[in-house]
């Protein structure tokens, strides 16, 4: 099944429940919201979805799901930062989100919503670090609205506008998630101390890679 089929299948529920997951569960590190919602937004030009209630629910799916990443980091505070790695944890992308949040605290939330990896910890960052709810709340209100409903409408007015742009579906998501990897990689390029970590994180991946039998 490819991606069009996966979320026709899913539905407005499935739909609902994946951004959820992306937005504030841990394992949601491995669904692929942005061109999730592109694709979303460009079946209901197509006339799959009603583009009204698929932005409803997406939108609202965001923003529960931060809530949800937030209460989850508030409970289980400093001890999320000692976990072991694991198939759904990955200590460096905590402390790449928490290096982040440091940086740029509250528009962390709205800025995180377009980083793959960094989307899923955002919120739970907040919540340990305590940032008051209202505040937060605030920032995942706007972050949400400006991810869940500003994607998916891109797909929905440009599958409207442009004949036959289903046979460029393919090249579009993957330039929206480059696109989305940018702000990571100025983070990572701007400091002098993430360039060596990451350079150095690549080259024993690389060597792991091309000595492996």
């Known amino acids: 099944m490819d991606l069009q089929e996966i979320i026709v299948a899913a539905g407005y529920a499935g739909l609902g429940a994946i951004i959820f997951s992306e937005s504030g569960l841990l394992f949601g590190v491995f669904f692929p919201g ?11 030009s197509q006339g799959i ?12 799916a965001a923003v529960l799901g931060d809530s949800a990443g937030y209460a989850f980091g508030r409970r ?14 990955n200590r460096e992308n905590v402390e790449r989100a928490r290096a982040f949040y440091d940086e740029h605290g509250g528009k962390t939330i709205v800025l995180a ?11 739970i960052i907040a919540g340990v670090g305590d940032m008051q709810y209202r505040a937060f709340l605030a920032y995942n209100v706007v972050g949400g609205f400006a991810w ?4 998916t409408l891109l797909g929905y007015f440009l599958g409207a506008s442009i004949p ?7 090249p579009i998501i993957g330039v929206i998630i480059v696109a989305s ?18 350079t150095s994180q690549l080259t024993r991946t690389l060597r792991r890679l091309w000595h492996r039998p």
């Open 148 to 151: 869940a409903v500003g994607i």
């Open 49 to 60: 979805f009603h583009i009204v209630p698929l932005v409803t629910v997406c939108f609202v």
């Open 181 to 198: 990897l940018i702000p990571a990689a100025w983070q990572i390029m701007r400091s002098r101390e993430r360039r060596r970590k990451f």
């Open 76 to 89: 289980v505070g400093k001890r999320f930062f000692t976990r072991d790695d694991s198939v759904f944890f």
């Open 113 to 123: 919503r377009f980083i793959p990896g960094i989307r899923t910890l955002a919120p």
């Open 164 to 170: 036959g742009i289903d046979r460029y579906l393919v």
């Open 34 to 44: 942005d061109s999730l919602l592109f694709t979303a937004g460009f079946l209901a």
